[in-house]
């Protein structure tokens, strides 16, 4: 209770700040001869944005610049990508061509980026086809109907085995889904120990791992990060790249 009257305070007190502010630059623009003058009609106030330093998703920024990393080194002739964030394709697309499948597809329309429609559990790809695949920070959502899928508590691992299925032989996984003491937050996510993804991938070899920590006290991106470590986590973003055997 407390802390909600305390954040209202704050809030009425930043908007007070704002007002004067409004009209202080308000004056100052109509003497400046400037065509942007603002109007009281047409305010937003944002008022949280006044932060010592940059806040960063470290999940989402981190994760993405691991992946695009990994491609950067492996250069495939293309690369599928099923239902990871979009500014992962948009982005990667510039120097590795991207097909992007979701459940829910993408109108989007970039040089190299091709956008299409796949159900994760029902995969169209023949066996063993496939050389470059990633799913990122989605897998922990499959089964859980939050997105207008079937619920199943098995989803998630039905998810892994069709990627399994569709990947030849030698190809490239990336995988990327929250780590640290397993647990469900319905109908959120999963999170999961790091034993649980390495048994769930079984019949590939991994070829590197890295750890986004609850903390960035103990790192931003910590390669080659020990079970251990990853066991001590809340919610922390396990990055994993397979190679199918």
């Known amino acids: ?30 003497k400046s001869g400037r065509e942007f003058v603002p109007r009281w009609s047409e305010r937003r106030a944002l008022l949280n944005y006044k932060t010592p330093d ?32 979009l500014y992962f394709g948009a982005m990667v697309s510039a120097f590795v061509p991207i097909k992007f499948y979701d459940y829910r597809p993408a109108q989007m329309d970039l040089k190299g980026l091709e956008c299409g429609k796949e159900d994760l559990l029902h995969l169209s790809f023949p066996d063993s086809t496939v050389a470059s695949i990633s799913c990122m920070h989605t897998l922990e959502h499959v089964g859980l109907g939050r997105y207008g899928d079937t619920m199943d508590p098995n989803g ?7 990627i399994k299925r569709v990947t030849k032989k030698g190809g490239d996984i990336l995988c990327v889904v929250p780590v640290g003491k397993p647990n469900i937050i319905f109908n959120a996510h999963r999170i999961y120990s790091y034993e649980q993804i390495i048994k769930y991938f079984d019949g590939c070899e991994l070829k590197e791992f890295a750890l986004i920590p609850d903390d960035a006290k103990d790192g931003n991106l910590v390669y080659g990060a020990t079970k251990e470590m990853v066991a001590q986590q809340t919610y922390g973003c396990g990055c994993f790249w397979f190679k199918k055997k």
């Open 156 to 162: 998630d691992i039905n998810g892994i085995n069709e």
């Open 54 to 85: 940059t806040k960063v998703d470290r999940h989402y920024v981190f994760h993405t610049a691991w992946a695009a990393r990994v491609l950067a080194q492996t250069r495939p002739v293309y690369h599928v990508d099923i239902s990871s964030t």
């Open 1 to 30: 209770m407390k802390k909600r009257m305390n954040a209202k305070i704050n809030y009425w007190i930043g908007y007070a700040k704002f007002v004067g502010e409004f009209f202080a630059f308000r004056d100052r623009s109509r």
